[in-house]
């Protein structure tokens, strides 16, 4: 997921400086006239759906004032959910716990690729929640055919919702974020989160992927950073990306509701 277009600016103009920043400005600018021509990605051939591309958030309005809020949509990678998703399996299974006990959540699942690639592991429940009602509707398509297939967890639901009207479900959870909104609408999860958790007996894991605004996260006396690192893409998904980026930045926290004991962190500090 892209930051900002002054946020690109101000980090080229520090590696690049002002010619390299200009050339790269050209470049980008010429690809708007004479667009680069993507192949279809390999996931969606693979399994008939479609999941591709990359949608700026005008382009996916729900007319919700917090389209103001929002990114854009772009999918994970396939590689780069398989490797964070195993390294969480390891650190729960460390921790005694089991998939089968947790409920995954994709906060903004857009077209519903990662909600396909979750229900390849038996979680209980693998729930999505978009605000953009034409994605919602490309999650439901993309679902129906590949529930047409057996997979280890069947029970798979798109919610279409804004992030703050969505009270999470209960028992274990893991939340899932690819970037999904700007940093004033993620610091009011921050709290609407924490205000649920007040009220919950089970830990919930974040897992957060460019995870530019995780210093709120962080700041919850509840909230334990286990991991940050960096997964690359698969060389075929490469082939297929929209952007420039090769591999995707991953933060792992783990929240606990504050009367029950906390475990000591296991990995290196993140950005
Ligand atoms: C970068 S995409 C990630 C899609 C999917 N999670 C994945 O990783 O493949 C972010 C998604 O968050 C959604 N989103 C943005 N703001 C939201 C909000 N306030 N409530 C729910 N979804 C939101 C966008 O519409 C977009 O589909």
């Given amino acids: 997921m892209p930051a900002s277009p002054i946020a690109r ?26 667009p680069r021509r993507v192949p279809p990605h390999p996931f969606d051939l693979e399994h008939g759906v479609e999941t591709g591309g990359l949608l700026m958030a005008r382009n ?3 007319g919700h004032a917090h389209d103001a809020q929002s990114t854009a949509y772009y999918g994970t990678q396939p590689s780069v959910f398989r490797a964070a998703i195993a390294r969480w399996i390891e650190d729960i299974s460390a921790a005694g716990q089991n998939v089968r006990e947790f409920t995954f959540v994709d906060i903004g699942c857009g077209k519903g690729r990662v909600l396909m690639l979750a229900s390849n592991h038996p979680f209980r429940r693998v729930l999505g ?19 047409a297939r057996p997979h280890p967890c069947d029970c798979i639901e798109v919610i279409e919702s804004d992030v703050l009207d969505f009270a999470l479900p209960d028992g274990p959870l893991l939340l899932y974020l690819y970037h999904p909104f700007e940093a004033e609408l993620f610091g009011q999860w921050v709290h609407f989160l924490a205000a649920q958790l007040a009220a919950r007996a089970t830990t919930v894991y974040v897992l957060y992927l460019n995870p530019y605004h995780q210093k709120m996260l962080r700041a919850l006396p509840c909230a334990q950073h286990l991991w ?9 998904e490469s082939a297929a990306r929209q952007l420039s980026d090769a591999a ?9 509701p504050t009367d029950q004991p906390r475990m000591p962190s296991t990995g290196a500090d993140g950005q």
Wanted: glycine share 4%; net charge positive; no cysteine.
């Fill in 60 to 62: 996916i309005r729900s």
């Fill in 228 to 236: 940050s690192d960096v997964f690359a893409f698969d060389p075929q």
């Fill in 9 to 34: 600016i101000r980090t080229l103009l520090r590696k690049r400086g002002v010619l390299g920043t200009a050339a790269r400005v050209a470049q980008v600018l010429w690809r708007r006239v004479v």
């Fill in 129 to 147: 929640i978009e605000l953009s009602p034409s994605l919602v509707q490309r999650a439901r398509e993309n679902l129906g055919r590949w529930t």
């Fill in 248 to 256: 995707t930045p991953v933060a792992l926290y783990r929240l606990t």
